[in-house]
């Protein structure tokens, strides 16, 4: 068993930057792949960012290429997300997921492929 919480989030003007949290406590957490989702009001929960359990493959949507840095510290158990360039778009809860599965390349964009999931952390985008 896998227990994330996120931290971070918080209001931010159009522009600014942000980075996210994510905790993981359990069972191992070095082998596994881990992303970020986010869920806007009245929207799906979509995928933002995933890494790999070994450090160096990143995968984004393409609404976020270029702003947003996926990266973990696997001494400290802790994936962040770094947000620059923060739009209103991106004003939603967001949420950090950890496969199951032992050295998963962490390619994968869908919500059934990961089995743990934080609670959500809030970011709101306002001017």
């Known amino acids: 068993q896998v227990q994330l919480v996120e931290s971070g989030g918080g209001l931010v003007q159009p522009g600014d930057s942000l980075r996210l949290s994510c905790e993981a406590s359990?069972?191992?957490?070095?082998?596994?792949?881990m992303a970020w989702f986010r869920q806007a009001p009245g929207k799906e929960r979509e995928f933002v960012a995933s890494?790999?359990?070994?450090?160096?493959?990143?995968y984004y949507a393409d609404s976020v290429k270029g702003r947003f840095t996926i990266s973990r510290d696997n001494a400290k158990r802790t994936v962040y997300l770094q947000m620059s360039s923060l739009k209103r778009e991106d004003a939603a809860v967001y949420f950090c997921?950890?496969?199951?599965?032992?050295?998963?390349?962490?390619?994968?964009?869908?919500?059934?492929?990961?089995?743990?999931w934080g609670q959500g952390t809030q970011v709101t985008v306002s001017s």
């Open positions: 359990g069972r191992t957490f070095s082998r596994n792949a």
């Open positions: 890494i790999s359990w070994s450090i160096g493959t990143t």
């Open positions: 997921a950890a496969d199951a599965s032992s050295y998963s390349t962490g390619d994968s964009k869908h919500e059934v492929d990961y089995d743990y």
